[in-house]
């Protein structure tokens, strides 16, 4: 049989589909074991949370919105307001009524205001928050008075108060979104769906997931393991002669009939069968395969070596014989390890047939052969 002179392989990755399925087989306990840390994680983070809201509600919290009206000519002015109602000159002022009111003085950490335009009619809501139901309203109120004032002697805006501060309950939550609830009703904290599913918690497990898919492909990049038939032949210069189930003697007595076959044919009765590393799959077959060819009665001298990729013994037995057959174990040779097999075989100028692969027994099949 005419042999290639050039092999196409230049030691690229090899990647297939039942490489990176064996790969994702052996590695899913660690998949399972980081979305487990994950999960723990997203779990810690949301009893913290949750501790945090629990927290919140406990504290006598309230918020005051009065509606006004300034004619500002459709302009939003809700940023300067609010940054009026922060000015220091507002702040003492409020302090000063606080104080003067039996209230205990101002908090910057608890006393807040904001200022938001309502819709596109000059309308502007005033919200204030503080400790305490009492406190909670008076600020409103004082709030709201101190902005009509301001607005018409800084700005010379006219306005006027629409509705008076309605009070309500809050609370801040750990995400940092504030729920609203009336004066009577009672402040709940509850686990939903959603705790578990913020944007956040969801980052934490797709990072989780994306550094096992990671280092899976790591893993694959640099699994030089021959999977399939389709990288041998990627490697091989010479055909597939057959393909056996390993430990099936149906597939063992295939082989004899292939073998006693070429003997006939060829007239080389002297076969090497020749495994590039250490031969466990060889191993494990030839006995099975020289029994077949005992009950043929075959005139076929069988032998076998292992290390072609290292042993120069090896080597010397493959030169000697009359017909080598390369045979490789499909989850255990070495894709490198089986191209200098070749190339050493070559070297040598033993006599290469084809090559055998050797498949796990409990992958099931109709087993092929071919010359």
């Not at 307001?81 to 209230?103: C, T």
């Not at 009070?167 to 009703?185: C, P, W």
């Not at 956040?200 to 990671?214: S, T």
Request: net charge negative.
């Amino acid at each position: 049989m005419e042999q290639k002179t050039t092999r196409e392989w230049k030691g690229e990755m090899l990647v297939s589909t039942r490489k990176i399925w064996c790969n994702i087989k052996k590695y899913w306990i660690l998949g399972a074991a980081v979305l487990v840390i994950c999960a723990v994680l997203v779990g810690l983070l949301t009893f913290r949370e949750y501790r945090a809201d629990l927290a919140s509600a406990a504290m006598d919290t309230y918020q005051g919105q009065a509606l006004v009206y300034i004619d500002s000519g459709d302009e939003d002015y809700s940023d300067a307001y609010s940054a009026l109602l922060y000015s220091e000159r507002i702040r003492e002022q409020v302090n000063e009524a606080l104080l003067a009111n039996g209230f205990e003085e101002f908090d910057k950490n608890l006393d807040t205001a904001n200022v938001d335009m309502s819709g596109t009619s000059m309308c502007y809501r005033v919200i204030v928050r503080s400790i305490g139901l009492e406190r909670t309203q008076f600020l409103a109120q004082e709030y709201t008075r101190l902005l009509l004032e301001e607005a018409r002697e800084i700005m010379g805006l006219r306005g006027e108060l629409i509705d008076e501060p309605v009070m309500t309950t809050y609370m801040t939550r750990a995400n940092g979104s504030v729920e609203i609830f009336e004066l009577d009703e009672p402040r709940t904290v509850t686990l939903s769906l959603s705790s578990f599913l913020s944007w956040n918690k969801i980052m934490i497990i797709g990072a989780g997931v994306f550094l096992w898919c990671a280092f899976v492909a790591v893993k694959v990049f640099y699994d030089c393991t021959l999977r399939s038939r389709e990288e041998m032949d990627q490697i091989s210069p010479v055909p597939c002669f057959c393909e056996i189930q390993k430990g099936d003697r149906e597939s063992a007595r295939l082989l004899a009939a292939l073998l006693d076959a070429v003997g006939e044919q060829t007239q080389k009765r002297q076969i090497l069968l020749i495994a590039p590393g250490a031969g466990k799959g060889l191993t494990a077959a030839f006995d099975a395969i020289q029994e077949a060819l005992k009950e043929r009665k075959s005139g076929v001298g069988l032998e076998m070596a292992a290390q072609a990729a290292v042993s120069a013994d090896s080597l010397d037995q493959a030169r000697d014989a009359q017909l080598v057959y390369l045979f490789a174990s499909v989850d255990e040779d070495d894709a490198n390890e089986t191209d200098r097999a070749f190339a050493n075989l070559s070297t040598v100028g033993a006599e290469l047939e084809g090559y055998i692969i050797s498949k796990p027994s409990h992958r099931r099949g109709k087993t092929k052969a071919s010359r």
